[in-house]
């Protein structure tokens, strides 16, 4: 079912879809029931602006908390009632894998983008992202999406991640420090925010390659002014990932 987003509604008395539709308490209600699928919820955005404010405001939100409660909350336990760049690009951060374009940020083959249901953050995992006088920042960051036998690039991972509190963490000070450069077309495909590339300011370290079991060379990754992380690699077959966890 296809639905055209209606911008204009302001859900007032004169709105066509004011004349019987469910108050906030049911639709949180059946959400609940349907165990905050995303689907129904991006639905439920398209419908009008009423819709569209619920679904940024509390939907996406118990969606979150739901899908990834312990990460959640320590994104949150800075004070902050919200988090950096909204719930719903949270949201999409967790289930979407955003795959690449030709010629676009990657500058590789094209890999459509794709829900991925089940992904695995890990804070652990983070540590290894960032720069030794980084790593009191905290990041987290999704096991790598394969997408294996992509032609001369081999098998291709894409992974995601988000920083708490990215604003005023170490990463961020250092680039500004390092002078380093958005990219002048390419766009955070979760919240549209302006993009630094962690290769350009050679801020990635060897460890990352470790903990993705990647080649060391072939490892790029951005992060937005929200703080959401997104990035790829090109694997190392299985036998010599093995042996690279090893001397990790």
Known sequence: MIITKQYRCIHSASCMC?????????????????????????TLSCVCKWFDDLVKRVLWKEFCRTRAPKMMQDLQSSGSHSVDGNWSSLGKLLIY???????GLFNRIHIPGHFAYRTRFSRTSGKSFLLPNCRTDVLYVSDPCEHLDQGEEGDVGFFRGVFKS???????????????????????????????????????????????????????????????????CTLLPLSDSEEVSELE
């Open 166 to 232: 990215f604003a005023t963490s170490k990463v961020r000070k250092m680039l500004v420090r390092r002078g380093a450069k958005f990219h002048p077309t390419e766009f955070c495909p979760y919240c549209k925010g302006k993009l630094w590339s962690m290769l350009q300011a050679k801020m990635i370290p060897q460890s990352a390659s470790c903990r993705l079991g990647s080649y060391e060379d072939c490892i790029e990754y951005y992060v937005c002014l929200n703080g959401h992380v997104l990035g790829v």
């Open 97 to 103: 894998c955003s795959g690449c374009k030709r010629d």
């Open 18 to 42: 004011t004349k019987g539709h469910l108050s906030e308490d049911v639709i949180f209600l059946l959400l609940q029931h349907l165990n905050w699928n995303p689907k129904i919820i991006a």
